[in-house]
């Protein structure tokens, strides 16, 4: 009964100027995050700059942007979030114009909208996390630059931009270079070209925007042998995150839903010598622990991977047993129904196509997830691309209306 009337209005959203369609799904993301940070108050992550204390550790490039952000705002706390509330829903436009890109519908990359727009999950991000849902935001246009750059023919200044968003999602989300990489083989292949696409002039666009992201890393490096005195472009807590998903104690901690963090295995689990270490070769010292660890227990190790592979996509959250029940039910059961729904969407661009599109979405989900069953993985980090299942849950349910309308 409802159908008919739901597709008229997402009908005619399409109808309108592309501004205006933008401005309404940046809308749709902004007015039910605004409302619960009224209902619920907002983290002490945004009162850093005032108490100097916060529940995340913060990477460079989000350092950079909360401190420009809290300057540009006077120290107002009320303009301080809603700058970060006007980044965040900049998810809603980014992912219906990376639907369109990927040429999966109009009625598709409205659906996909709403999902990002009302997700419990990703709602309360903007309350409580302000640096994940940045990060997610860097994400999706990562993913939209890399499907303009390779949806039909090859612009260079979008292979560029795509360089570019890589070297800046690096500096707040070292572990997606998984993406990158994947991503870059999918274009050296030829993925999504069309069949007269030049082979030649493919390669060039491809080691052009190579180098350009060599360029930006080379000056990430540099950027850190300044600043810590180590030439690298990844932060300094490779061997922290490596211990954190390999020691001794992880295999109980896995299934635990009583901490919100594997990180809570760390304490309990220290190097010996970890006290009387320097600061400055802490890292270094849980990076040798960690590979002493998986080196003296392999077939561990290979459990533990499945047991943080299960923790990555789980359906309850962390901490599951300190939460309240309505928070519980808000997170898994919508969890639950996208996820069962994005493997109908997926199977139907299977069948019926674009299948470039589901070759990205998919090797960009699971490249995501791939280091996360090395290192350590939880729900939030899972959520950095949970878009995309949004977004193949959105094409199932654009299928089942057009069948239900072609039935009728």
């Known amino acids: 009964m ?138 999706a ?22 360089a570019a968003m890589n070297g800046l999602t690096i500096a707040i989300r070292p572990n997606a270079v998984s993406v990158i990489a994947v991503l870059y083989l999918l274009a050296l292949a030829g993925t999504g070209a069309r069949p007269r696409d030049d082979k030649r002039g493919r390669l060039v666009s491809v080691l052009t925007s190579g180098a350009v992201f060599a360029a930006v890393l080379l000056a990430l490096a540099a950027i850190n042998l300044q600043r810590e005195g180590r030439f690298s472009p990844f932060t300094g807590n490779v061997g922290f995150n490596l211990y954190v998903g390999n020691n001794p104690r992880l295999g109980e901690y896995a299934l635990r839903y009583d901490i919100t963090s594997l990180q809570d295995s760390l304490n309990e689990s220290l190097p010996p010598d970890y006290a009387t270490t320097p600061n400055e070769e802490r890292d270094d010292l849980l990076r040798r622990a960690a590979l002493d660890y998986i080196s003296a227990h392999p077939w561990q190790t290979i459990r533990n991977a499945a047991l943080k592979s299960w923790r990555y996509w789980d359906p309850r959250l962390e901490d599951a047993r300190l939460t309240p029940l309505h928070w519980n039910l808000a997170y898994t059961v919508p969890y639950v129904v996208y996820g069962l729904l994005a ?5 139907i661009l299977w069948k019926r196509g674009p299948r470039f599109a589901l070759l990205v979405i998919v090797a960009t989900l699971l490249a995501y997830w ?39």
């Not at 490039?61 to 006007?86: I, K, M, V």
């Not at 246009?141 to 795509?162: D, E, K, N, Q, S």
């Not at 493997?343 to 199977?347: H, L, Q």
């Open 2 to 139: 409802l159908v008919e009337p739901f597709c008229v209005l997402l009908d005619r959203l399409e109808r309108a100027r592309p501004s205006s369609r933008l401005l309404v799904a940046w809308a749709a993301c902004a007015l039910p995050r605004a409302a619960l940070a009224a209902i619920v108050g907002l983290d002490e992550d945004y009162g850093f700059f005032v108490h100097g204390r916060t529940n995340s550790a913060w990477y460079p490039l989000y350092e950079w942007l909360a401190a420009s952000l809290w300057s540009l705002t006077g120290g107002s706390l009320r303009l301080y979030f809603a700058a970060h509330l006007a980044l965040h829903s900049l998810l809603g436009p980014i992912v219906y114009a990376l639907t369109r890109k990927l040429g999966l519908g109009g009625r598709a990359a409205w659906l996909a909208v709403l999902g990002v727009a009302v997700m419990p999950y990703y709602v309360s991000l903007s309350a409580r996390q302000p640096q994940v849902g940045i990060t997610i935001v860097m994400i």
């Open 141 to 162: 246009a990562l993913v939209l630059a890399y499907a303009g750059w390779t949806v039909g023919r090859r612009p260079p200044g979008m292979g560029i931009l795509f």
């Open 343 to 347: 493997f109908g969407g997926a199977w």
């Open 370 to 408: 791939l280091p996360h069953a090395v290192f350590f993985g939880t729900v939030r980090m899972r959520m950095t691309t949970e878009f995309l299942l949004i977004v193949l849950a959105a094409c199932a349910v654009a299928a089942w209306i057009d069948d239900r309308r072609g039935a009728g």
